[in-house]
């Protein structure tokens, strides 16, 4: 592993300089955290299994093959024969010349392994696509043939789904959490916490990943796609995501995260947990599935590599004149003149599902405000301004729960919430009385020719406790979700 490193670093000097890999290392130094995947106790096991007779739900595991070697198929197949909870039906797709995989599947008497032989390799979206078809499942699970389960994986998946089937939710697609294991499958390291299903943070990398699940209907109606063969997981869920969300079905409909690590990815040295290089075609491709569903749900923007292999950049463009004519023009001119204004003109201008666009904080060079989580606390206080964050999420664009008010933006058609906040009893040291004032009229008459108002304009010269501004975030926040808005928090959104 530690010339997996040296790779890694390497490459990652070449590709950005003396400056970003040396914080970069410093980084992993700092946040360097042990870590160890436990198994669940043996009387935890039982207990689930006692427990499958109450979850009807049948999963069918696809693995597609390609001359995977027998040690490995071997423990990629034992590690779902282990499984605690055993509706499900283990599809092999091998496309291998050679007979390995073959014989490593028959030697298993198990009617629930299905062995497809494929008559030539077609690449990884269509041999899977041909595990696919023959899945009689409610729900498919991709499992690559190197990698493992947890023996309590498809069981955590049975009873998140049963609840909220319970609950008059129908669940589209289900994730969790990951880790990553040496070859012989015995260390296991670089755990991925995952957030909950974040529809922006989904544009900038693949984060989903593994052990992904969807209905059964849902992906034999999609299908995997050889145009994006190496990011084809990406540009299924991309896909996924832009076929539900506008449904029309009454049902409510659900992307799930389990926070629990269910799923072991091996890294060795063709894979690309342990060597990105290997893999630089899966990159692109990943870049060309995020264009591709941006494009086809009509939004003018641009996709960029980051500095970091596998993440990307969103870049709106200026395709929409607003204000249409008139002497609004010049106004336009003013208002993007700076990079802040022009990347909240554009957010609002492509995006109406946004509310509101905001960045981070900064004072000495570390991050004090800017998103927060359901604590409502800074998800990056005290953090480096050169250091990425947690899988680099400090530097990715991504959806909000609660915005800092110093460097936050709203669009003009949630003006009044920002009016109303500073009215507030709580609030209203934070703000100058008389800019609110001409704000609340400009907004009244009409007269506001912007697409956004920029509340640091309106807050007052004098500083307050960092707090206080934060909770003014929470409440605005808040208010702008109730009213069916997305937040933005733009890493590059800065003063």
């Not at 269509?126 to 499992?143: F, Q």
């Not at 870049?287 to 960029?304: E, H, P, Q, W, Y």
């Not at 463009?317 to 336009?332: H, L, S, T």
């Not at 409502?376 to 990715?396: E, P, Q, W």
């Amino acid at each position: 592993m530690a010339f997996g490193n040296i790779r890694k670093a390497y490459s990652y000097l070449k590709r950005n300089g003396i400056e970003d890999t040396f914080y970069a290392s410093v980084e992993r130094l700092v946040d360097k955290q042990e870590y160890n995947y436990l198994q669940p106790p043996a009387e935890v096991l039982e207990r689930q299994r006692q427990e499958v007779k109450d979850k009807p739900i049948k999963f069918s595991i696809i693995v597609p093959a390609y001359e995977t070697s027998d040690k490995h198929i071997r423990a990629c197949i034992e590690s779902v024969l282990a499984q605690t909870y055993g509706r499900f039906e283990l599809i092999i797709a091998d496309a291998s010349k050679l007979g390995t995989v073959r014989k490593a599947a028959n030697s298993y008497k198990d009617y629930r392994i299905k062995y497809i032989q494929l008559s030539e390799n077609k690449g990884i979206s269509e041999n899977t696509n041909a595990g696919i078809r023959a899945a009689s499942g409610e729900y498919v699970g991709l499992l690559d043939h190197d990698d493992m389960l947890t023996p309590d994986c498809l069981y955590e998946y049975a009873t998140y789904i049963e609840k909220n089937k319970a609950e008059g939710i129908d669940c589209a697609f289900v994730y969790s959490d990951e880790d990553k294991c040496d070859s012989d499958g015995k260390k296991f390291f670089e755990p991925n916490f995952k957030p909950g299903f974040n529809p922006d943070l989904l544009l900038t990398n693949n984060y989903i990943c593994h052990f992904l699940v969807m209905k059964t209907s849902l992906i034999k109606e999609l299908k995997l796609r050889s145009l994006f063969d190496g990011a084809q997981d990406h540009d299924l869920v991309l896909r996924a995501y832009a076929l539900t969300r506008d449904s029309s079905d009454e049902t409510p409909i659900t992307y799930g995260h389990i926070s629990k690590v269910l799923y072991h990815w091996r890294s060795h040295e063709a894979s690309t947990a342990a060597n990105p290089a290997s893999k630089t075609y899966a990159y692109e491709a990943g870049k060309r599935a995020v264009s591709d569903f941006l494009k086809k749900t009509g939004i003018a923007a641009d996709v960029r590599p980051t500095k970091h292999n596998g993440f990307y950049r969103v870049d709106y463009r200026d395709e929409i004149i607003y204000p249409k004519n008139g002497p609004a023009i010049q106004r336009k001119r003013e208002l993007t003149a700076h990079k802040r204004g022009l990347l909240a003109y554009n957010t609002f201008l492509n995006r109406y599902d946004i509310g509101a666009i905001g960045g981070p904080v900064i004072k000495d060079n570390k991050i004090v405000g800017g998103i927060m989580d359901s604590t409502k606390t800074c998800i990056y206080d005290g953090m480096n301004v050169k250091f990425s964050g947690y899988m680099h999420r400090a530097k990715l664009q991504q959806n909000a729960l609660y915005l800092d008010v110093r460097n936050m933006m709203v669009t003009d058609d949630l003006g009044r919430l920002v009016t109303e906040l500073a009215k507030d009893e709580e609030h209203l040291h934070l703000f100058d009385r008389e800019l609110i004032a001409k704000l609340e009229d400009e907004l009244s008459h009409g007269t506001h020719n912007s697409p956004y108002v920029d509340i640091s304009e309106y807050l007052a010269k004098l500083n307050y406790d960092d707090i206080d501004y934060l909770d003014a975030g929470i409440a605005l926040s808040r208010n702008i979700s109730m009213e069916g808005y997305q937040l933005l928090y733009d890493p590059e959104f800065l003063f």
